[in-house]
């Protein structure tokens, strides 16, 4: 375990700052953040490297959205998506389903292509949501 950032308090077992655990093969295992003894934030990955959610919540009292809204959204895919030539060519068509979590600084992780039905498709489905 590597601690960094703790205070250097008088009071026994206070914590303050951020303390980094590691896996024995060094990827980073979690890092929690403290403030007045308190936890304010946490984050865990596997140790292959990808996040890790133990607290998953898919209703909150202010929903994550795109910046600009839905109409923002349609817009950047449709500026955005490049369909991959092979899959063109070879008149591949088929619906990409991804399923993600949006962390509590907004950005995405934990993506995960749900139904793969075609890897082609997929991946540039995974490249959009990124």
Known sequence: MRIEGLSKSSIYNHWEGQIKTDYSSGNFESISRYKNHQKKGNKNWLDNGE????HIYDQVDVMPM???GEKSLMKYLAYNIK???EANNNSIQA?????FVIANDGYVAGIHLTIPLHPLLGN???RLVL
Request: hydrophobic share 50%.
């Open 83 to 85: 369909f991959p030539e």
């Open 66 to 68: 795109f910046a600009g």
């Open 51 to 54: 996040p890790f959610f133990d």
């Open 124 to 126: 540039e489905g995974m």
């Open 95 to 99: 619906k990409v389903f991804i399923s």
